[in-house]
């Protein structure tokens, strides 16, 4: 069983990124799937949430209308596109189902 997240990176103010999370190992299309961050010395937040057959999403009212949360069931993938990016932003960016989470992956956006 694996969620790989990936797709971060440094990007300055006002850029984009794509984040993607991809799922193996059980039935991804059944469960819904979470994006949180966690800044050094902070603690979890909740970004974007997705239901099994994407037709629900939520987002934290800190990222409403610059991330996009969506679901591709037939690749088994979750993407976040971030636009608007800004240094709060900057956090390591992780990917949930009710059981599991991957490794996470550094967004850092600075000049």
């Known amino acids: 069983v694996q969620l790989v997240e990936s797709g971060g990176g440094l990007v300055q103010p006002g850029g984009s990124l794509r984040l993607s999370c991809a799922a193996s190992?059980?039935?991804?299309?059944?469960?819904?799937v979470t994006w949180y961050r966690q800044a050094p010395g902070k603690g979890r937040e909740l970004v974007a949430y997705i239901s099994s057959d994407g037709g629900s999403t939520n987002y934290a009212e800190s990222v409403k209308g610059r991330f996009t949360i969506a679901r591709d069931n037939a690749k088994n993938t979750v993407h976040l596109q971030m636009n608007s990016l800004q240094p709060e932003d900057t956090a390591v960016y992780y990917c949930y189902t009710l059981r599991y989470r991957g490794q996470g992956t550094q967004v850092t956006v600075s000049s």
């Open positions: 190992g059980f039935t991804f299309s059944m469960n819904a």
